[in-house]
């Protein structure tokens, strides 16, 4: 997500972050958020899906960062540096994003215009919101990034919380004719 400002010219280097980035944090994250999910609900699948999607962070900042993705808190750094290449990076995250959104929606139904509108002005957000790091100010250094980050971050997840409550899960398949 630092494309812009790496094109731009400001490195952002991220050199330390072993609790949220690191392989053996994330299966622990992934088994806890999991087992949690099967405490309140029961549903096995659904917390294995959401243990899995947990982890799956990872993989795909293995994929996206340079070497600095730890395999344990204070391990070996790994990672493919997709982030070297400005356009590489612009299209497999779009991929990513593109075929997020069109899971989630095969996935779901919206229960009303917030599950309907909503959903759509979300996705607009999160792409606007991407997309505006290639035209905004460059940001005076990492910390102003990383609050900027908390504090977007949460209002996207708080959003997404809101919309996804006004959508009904679906199987995913065709409607019988």
Do not use: C
Not at 59 to 79: A, E, N, W
């Amino acid at each position: 997500m630092f494309i812009g400002h790496y094109a731009l010219g400001l490195v952002l280097w991220l050199d330390d972050y072993p609790i949220s980035h690191s392989l053996l944090a994330l299966l622990v994250w992934g088994a806890l958020f999991g087992y949690l999910y099967r405490l309140r609900t029961g549903d096995r699948r659904a917390a294995l899906v959401i243990g899995l999607l947990v982890v799956s962070h990872w993989v795909l900042d293995f994929i996206t960062h340079r070497p600095d993705m730890p395999l344990y808190p204070g391990g070996p750094k790994v990672g493919l540096g997709l982030w070297n290449s400005a356009p590489a990076t612009v299209i497999v995250e779009g991929i990513m994003f593109i075929a997020g959104v069109a899971i989630y929606a095969r996935a779901t139904r919206a229960r009303d215009g917030i599950g309907r509108w909503g959903f759509s002005a979300l996705v607009l957000l999160l792409a606007i919101a991407y997309s505006s790091q290639f035209y905004g100010p460059t940001l005076p250094d990492q910390r102003a990034l990383a609050i900027g980050a908390i504090i977007f971050g949460w209002v996207f997840v708080a959003f997404g919380w809101w919309v996804d409550r006004h959508r009904d899960a679906t199987t995913g398949l065709p409607a019988p004719l």
